[in-house]
């Protein structure tokens, strides 16, 4: 009988809950400095906006990351945009649109008063920025311009080219950086966390690697905040940067932290298709595309089979040949159906032998229509540094006219396929951001909070600013205010010394295995098995098969690894491998979440059970929950507590994208 857990939320009807948190934040008065450390582990959006917030508020930051300058961290692969309900269209947008709208593209498996929360702090975020100087995309008249983002009708989606992560990222930074000079926030840069220290049940520290000079050093402080994104790399090829990892979060659950709902893992309908097995790393086309661009395959399965020979070419094919099987399904959102929807549908034509280069597994993302109603330079405006990467990646030109047919003008279209993108699981928190370890918070993408089993485009920006910039710097005092009164803890504490023995003594294991195997090699086979067994469609049987193949992979892992060099100085290897040890940690839990949940919602499909058009089939009645899991150590499973969802707002229903 699985335990039951709840979040924490205030008690009282959900319009109370919502006016509570409002007067909480009138509670807190920004200039009362107090003298507390907190240690926040990231610099993406998430860290590098917590960590500024935090310090302004006076509060003593640590704030660490593993790249050589904050400005590196993955979020500024970040392209499309970011989501906010200023309504600047007029479009009938609104903080409850962007509401239902975020907790219905999560299929019902987010929690509802978290997503209320974020909608309401969406406006701020904007303003923050443009305050900050972040050059968002403008109107002629000077207005903040929008665009669209799948699961949505109305224009909400703020942008700043195909680059909206990394101008983001540069305005927090320069957040940050006004911190670090004031003396408020002490930088460590090139720092790994390898563990959190657990004192008297509280988190009270970290043990990091200087990645330069190899040497494990301790931090201690009041709080640890972690920010330190996904685990999509677990799959090996993903559209994440490729030291994206999910370490820092897999020592938390190891030390007793909760980890909710691990099987919502994103598969990105829009990415450059996989061309080879010597790829290390997958290109996304940021889904903004689908405003302008139209997918589709050829309607005869000849012309499939001419396009997979490549004795015929896609702008050869006349406009009644085209499926453009979206809006053929979802007249109502057409290409702008969300991600999960998108992925699948793409997968399906592709299954039945539909697909349109050498491998069969992709899709015409077509540009035609729209060059010839708006013109090329809008187009460019619009999308110009996702068309240069695309050629770049392919040496196709998607704005090079390749053929004319009955007067109308074809261009190159761009050909993409659903690829691993981000994962909605991560470290449980309740209504707080605080994890199931007092004192460790966790925020941005490494949490698992506010998108349910599906994530709205440009909503993750949306949720990693929201808690960092909004939240966090907030709920976290509910646990400082009482921590004024204990002094720091000295690091020469036992619970230090085991903690930098065991992170030590794991290096040793890892460099003395001396088998013939490299990190890669190993990685690449874990991501085969992932993608087949735990990927786009998973079944029962073939998450047990996947569970065996990985533990057999383990095994060679721990038997067969090659780590050269030693732990002294920079190991690039080491630090791969040290990676690759909590990978497979995070791909049995995915297969396990994905095993115990019999139903589909979202980026999670089991085969088994699906409606007769192929739609995800959820099962309210058993499974409205989210699945937390605890940690029972390595080769056992672990077990499962639910914490029940709790619907006050809005009606649960089945999703319709059609009508
Ligand atoms: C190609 C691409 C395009 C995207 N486009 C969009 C978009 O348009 N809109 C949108 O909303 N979302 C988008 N996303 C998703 C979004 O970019 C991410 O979800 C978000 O940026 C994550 O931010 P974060 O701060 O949580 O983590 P990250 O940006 O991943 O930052 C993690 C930080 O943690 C640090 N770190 C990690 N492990 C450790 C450790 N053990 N010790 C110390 N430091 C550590 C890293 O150094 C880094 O500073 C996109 C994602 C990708 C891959």
Avoid at 174 to 200: F, H, N, P
């Amino acid at each position: 009988m699985a335990k039951k857990i709840d979040s924490k939320i205030p008690a009282g009807p959900v319009p109370e809950k919502w006016k509570e948190y409002k007067a909480h934040q009138r509670l807190v008065n920004p200039k009362n400095k107090l003298k507390l450390d907190v240690i926040v582990v990231g610099t993406g959006l998430a860290g590098a906006s917590a960590a500024a917030s935090l310090a302004e508020m006076g509060f003593n930051v640590y704030n660490f990351c593993i790249q050589d300058s904050p400005r590196r961290a993955h979020s500024i692969a970040a392209q499309g945009g970011i989501n906010a309900a200023k309504c600047y269209q007029n479009d009938g947008d609104s903080i409850y649109r962007l509401f239902y709208d975020t907790v219905k593209g999560g299929d019902y498996r987010a929690r509802e008063a978290n997503v209320y929360r974020l909608a309401e702090v969406s406006n701020n975020i904007i303003d923050q920025c443009v305050a900050q100087g972040v050059p968002f995309a403008r109107e002629y008249g000077g207005m903040l311009a929008n665009r669209s983002f799948g699961g949505a009708q109305v224009s909400r989606t703020f942008y700043a080219k195909g680059q909206t992560g990394q101008q983001l990222l540069l305005g927090a930074y320069s957040s940050l950086s006004c911190q670090v000079k004031a003396g408020k926030v002490k930088l460590y840069t090139r720092y790994e966390m390898e563990d959190v220290v657990i004192v008297d049940g509280r988190a009270r520290g970290i043990i990091a690697k200087n990645l330069v000079t190899g040497k494990l050093e301790r931090f201690s402080a009041n709080a640890v905040v972690i920010a330190t994104g996904g685990y999509g790399n677990t799959y090996f090829l993903s559209t994440n940067a490729m030291g994206c990892n999910c370490t820092a979060a897999v020592q938390c659950y190891r030390k007793g932290a909760y980890f909710a709902n691990p099987s919502y893992v994103q598969i990105h309908p829009t990415c450059i298709p996989v061309h080879g097995d010597k790829q290390s790393k997958l290109t996304l086309m940021s889904e903004s595309l689908r405003n302008d661009g139209r997918i589709w395959v050829p309607k005869k399965i000849e012309d499939a089979k001419a396009l997979q020979a490549g004795t015929k070419q896609g702008w050869e094919i006349p406009e009644e040949d085209r499926d453009y099987y979206l809006e053929r399904r979802y007249p109502a959102f057409g290409n702008l159906v969300p991600r999960d929807v998108a992925s699948r549908a793409a997968k399906e034509r592709c299954d039945k032998g539909f697909g349109v280069n050498n491998t069969g597994l992709a899709v015409f993302l077509d540009f035609s229509e729209s060059i010839n109603r708006l013109g090329l330079d809008v187009i460019m405006q619009r999308y110009g540094n996702l068309f240069e990467m695309y050629e770049e990646i392919t040496d196709v030109f998607p704005g090079d006219v390749a053929n004319e047919i009955n007067g109308v003008k074809y261009y190159k279209p761009m050909m993409i396929y659903p690829a691993i993108h981000y994962t909605m699981g991560g470290i449980w928190v309740d209504y707080e951001l605080q994890t199931s370890i007092p004192g460790l918070f966790a925020i941005g993408e490494c949490n698992f909070s506010d998108h349910g089993a599906n994530r709205l485009g440009a909503s993750a920006l949306m949720q990693g600013l929201a808690d960092g910039y909004f939240v966090l710097p907030y709920t976290i005092q509910n646990y400082l205010a009482d921590q004024a009164v204990w002094p720091k803890v000295s690091t020469d504490l036992p619970e230090f010394d085991a903690a930098e023995k065991a992170v030590d003594a794991e290096m040793d294991r890892l460099l003395n295995i001396k088998g013939k195997r490299s990190v890669d090699s190993i990685h690449k086979e874990l991501g085969h098995i992932m993608w087949e067994y735990v990927g786009m469609g998973r079944t029962a049987e073939g998450l047990k098969t996947g569970l065996k193949k990985m533990h057999e992979l383990e095994k060679e892992f721990d038997e067969n690894l090659f780590v050269p060099g030693t732990k002294e100085g920079l190991n690039i290897e080491l630090d791969k491998a040290i990676h690759l040890r909590d990978f497979f940690t995070m791909g049995q839990l995915v297969a396990f979440d994905a095993l115990s949940r019999n139903e589909s919602c979202g980026g999670h499909f089991r085969e088994e059970y699906q409606t007769e058009e192929g739609e995800a089939k959820r099962d309210d009645e058993n499974y409205f929950y989210v699945g937390c899991w605890d940690y029972k150590g390595k080769g056992n499973e672990p077990e499962l507590i639910k914490e029940p969802l709790e619907y006050e707002a809005i009606k649960v229903q089945t999703r319709n994208y059609k009508n």
